[in-house]
């Protein structure tokens, strides 16, 4: 599988932003799909999990309430909704593939986007 993400961009903090990440390859419906993120000088982190279906998600704390997470299975494409954006929000985004049980860690995914850049400024 091979991710393309896109989206990133300038924003002011309380705006929206919507990043995409496109799938190639005919197995895209087989692997749960995660967003992570990695601002300036910090590790990368777990931001939002989608399953293989669409039909579970799960969040970071940091950004439950605020972002959603959603796949089209047809397109070959998940998104995350950004919005109520923060300061402490700027960042690297990079989706990501897994078919693993735990997700909320870096090993556990398989394939990766090469990263789109999100800036809030305050």
């Known amino acids: 599988v091979q991710l393309q993400a896109s989206g990133g961009g300038l924003v002011q903090a309380g705006g929206s932003l919507r990043l995409s990440c496109a799938a190639s390859?005919?197995?895209?419906?087989?692997?749960?799909m995660a967003w992570f993120r990695q601002a300036p000088g910090k590790e990368r982190e777990f931001v939002a999990y989608?399953?293989?279906?669409?039909?579970?998600?799960y969040y970071s704390d940091s950004v439950k309430g605020r972002f959603t997470i959603s796949r089209d299975n047809t397109k070959n494409m998940v998104y995350l909704q950004m919005n109520g954006l923060k300061p402490e929000d700027t960042a690297v985004y990079y989706c990501?593939?897994?078919?693993?049980?735990?997700?909320?860690?870096?090993?556990?995914?398989?394939?990766w986007g090469q990263g789109t850049l999100v800036t809030v400024s305050s």
């Open positions: 989608i399953s293989r279906g669409g039909s579970s998600t």
């Open positions: 990501a593939a897994t078919n693993a049980v735990i997700i909320t860690t870096t090993s556990s995914y398989l394939y």
């Open positions: 390859g005919r197995t895209f419906s087989s692997y749960g």
